[in-house]
């Protein structure tokens, strides 16, 4: 990564362990008979290897909060994001998320990029907009299609009542920035375990220029953001991604549909009574262990970063596949997930009620939004 533009860099030599796990994430948090835990006896095939596990988060914004803490503190992080004033936030640790009591994992080492991932090396105009999340390489959106999506973001919030156009959409300036292809930053023949992608339209373009990588089998995990419809002049959809990535020999494996839906005019029935339309979400893919020729080190690491995002079968399959660590440890962690996980769920279950009940009542009117 020498000689890119913005380049910052921190490495932690000390870790609290397992500081912040996420629900679906904690498994390798689990302790083996060993006197190990999950996360330190799977990833041991891959330190021997003297290498570090690899994620890189395009759209880097507001940090990597998508793997647990367990993980993280064995991987490197090299984060993009082309936004001056956002890069500035991530390099001191001062993002909106941050100041929102969200916790990023913490990595064994760090590297943020102030330029943009493309499918060319050239400087192109990043549009700044009204909110800074909506930021994007794609241009101005169409005001026809962003006046005719509200988001109800709930009482006392200032963007409930505005169109995307003109809460978020709105274009505030234009900056050029340096543009990357992945291929060219990622050194020769390394492999980047988890790829995720929050680019505003950008996606397919970002996997174009990373298309040596994906061919080659280099990139073992994507996690993307998607639009369910266009809204600017070029807008690749889910579709898009998709077929792209099935034709570089990835297999999609699991819709997110979290993101907030939508009405075409200012929302005056409440969620409860309607049913939102789709606005956005995420997808995972991997490259696909039935169709790639994956070397039995790769075929463990896609089984460890899986486990890292909760796909604790697909996980454990991967790993016994390539016979890399020891069984005992495997047959272990499986019994284990296979005890806890009931009571575990009904514990989150019954700790969300409070918050259930509370979200139920504003939406029926018989809480304030004090």
């Known amino acids: 990564m020498g000689g890119l533009p913005g380049t910052h860099v921190r490495a932690f030599a000390k870790f609290k362990t397992d500081t912040q796990e996420f629900p679906l994430s904690s498994a390798l948090s689990l302790k083996l008979p060993s006197g190990r835990s999950a996360i330190d006896a799977f990833v041991e095939p891959i330190k021997r290897t003297g290498a570090l596990l690899r994620v890189v988060d395009v759209g880097a914004r507001n940090g990597m909060m998508k793997l647990p803490q367990s993980y993280a503190r064995h991987a490197e992080l090299i984060g993009f994001e082309p936004n001056e004033v956002e890069h500035r936030k991530l390099v001191e640790g001062t993002t909106d998320a941050a100041k929102g009591g ?27 907009t009204a909110g800074a999340g909506a930021s994007t390489m794609m241009g101005a959106t169409r005001p026809s299609v962003t006046e005719h999506l509200f988001q109800d973001f709930g009482p006392g919030d200032p963007r409930t009542g505005h169109s995307f156009y003109a809460g978020n959409g709105r274009v505030v300036r234009t900056v050029p920035v340096k543009c990357k292809r992945l291929d060219a930053v990622v050194p020769a023949n390394e492999t980047v375990d988890f790829l995720k992608l929050d680019v505003e339209g950008a996606e397919l373009r970002v996997l174009r220029g990373a298309e040596s990588m994906l061919s080659a089998g280099r990139i073992l995990f994507v996690y993307s953001e998607f ?55 995420d997808v995972c893919f991997v490259l696909d262990p039935d169709r790639a020729s994956l070397s039995a080190l790769d075929r463990h690491r896609l089984g460890v970063v899986s486990l890292a995002m909760g796909f604790n079968s697909f996980g454990i399959s991967l790993l016994r596949e390539a016979d890399l660590c020891d069984r005992a440890d495997i047959d272990a962690f499986e019994r284990a997930l296979s005890h806890i996980g009931t009571l575990r769920r009904l514990k989150e279950y019954w700790n969300a009620v409070p918050g259930l009940v509370d979200t139920v009542l504003h939406r029926v009117g018989m809480r304030d939004g004090s």
């Open 102 to 128: 969200f916790v990023s994992a913490r990595y064994a080492k760090e590297t943020y990029l102030d330029c943009a991932l493309w499918d060319a090396e050239e400087e192109r105009n990043f549009y700044v």
């Open 227 to 281: 639009v369910a419809f266009p809204f600017y002049d070029e807008h690749p959809v889910l579709g898009d991604q998709h077929a792209y990535l099935r034709d570089q020999g990835y297999r999609m494996i699991a819709l997110e549909l979290g993101h907030q839906g939508y009405t075409r005019t200012p929302p005056t029935i409440p969620a409860s009574n309607d049913r939102r339309l789709l606005h956005a979400g």
